[in-house]
């Protein structure tokens, strides 16, 4: 089985993503691909970001300011596959699932995993600049964002009283997306087990130096 994270990205009382995310675990879970945990953002009171290299210390196993952030970053890197559920928040993802995302600092946990997205909002809009400026950040966080996503329009009507979307197209795409993460969370689990090249950032750097001790 793959372990499938579904982070919660927005934390504030009366959220519409309570409507959202029961339906997204129940439809992860009855797929048959995933052992699926929910990281909700309200139960990781994560702290605004704060590392630096006085807080990292061995970069190997990194201590981090808190140990909220360090069991944070333990808890992402035994992803093969991530699903992130996001609000719209001024045509972006909520400041609370950026500042989760920048705390995965030094582990690279996200590194080399499928990253997928629901997205959704109150407005015709759907989430959809949410989840764009979503899979940039998941880009420089070297993950391997997803073409499949589903995206809710008007949540707050989107959904029958058994918590199923009311649109065909929703539950279809929900589909898709869940084969597509199982697909590729297979496939890079193990190209991750074959061996990965260190982070580019790191191999530039090394190329970098190495060039100008020789010159
Ligand atoms: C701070 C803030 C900014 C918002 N900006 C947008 C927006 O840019 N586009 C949009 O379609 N909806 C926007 N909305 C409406 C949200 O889509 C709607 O409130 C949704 O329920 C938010 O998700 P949540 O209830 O899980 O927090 C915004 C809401 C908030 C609270």
New binding site residues.
């Given amino acids: 089985m793959l372990k499938l994270k579904i982070i919660i990205g927005?934390t504030?009382p009366?959220?519409?993503?309570d409507v959202v995310a029961p339906w997204v675990i129940d439809q992860a879970n009855a797929h048959g691909a995933f052992e699926v945990e929910v990281m909700d953002l309200r139960d990781w009171p994560l702290p605004l970001f704060q590392e630096h290299m006085g807080t990292i210390g061995d970069f190997k196993d990194p201590t981090y300011s808190e140990p909220i952030v360090r069991q944070w970053n333990h808890t992402l890197k035994e992803a093969d596959a991530v699903l992130i559920i996001t609000?719209?928040?001024?045509?972006s993802i909520?400041g609370a699932l950026k500042n989760a995302l920048d705390n995965v600092f030094v582990s690279w946990a996200l590194r080399n995993k499928p990253l997928a997205a629901v997205g959704?909002?109150?407005?015709i809009?759907a989430?959809v600049?949410a989840v764009e400026h979503l899979m940039a950040v998941a880009i420089e966080a070297e993950a391997v964002p997803l073409r499949q996503t589903v995206l809710i329009p008007h949540?707050?009507e989107a959904f029958d009283d058994a918590g199923a979307p009311l649109d065909l197209g929703t539950r279809t795409a929900m589909t898709v997306m869940l084969d597509d993460l199982a697909w590729w969370g297979a496939l890079l689990a193990q190209g991750r087990a074959q061996g990965e090249l260190a982070p580019g950032v790191l191999r530039i750097r090394a190329a970098m130096a190495d060039h100008l001790t020789a010159a």
């Avoid at 009366?14 to 993503?17: M, S």
């Fill in positions: 927005s504030r009366t959220r519409a993503a609000a719209e928040y001024l045509h909520p959704y909002s109150s407005g809009a989430g600049r949540v707050q």
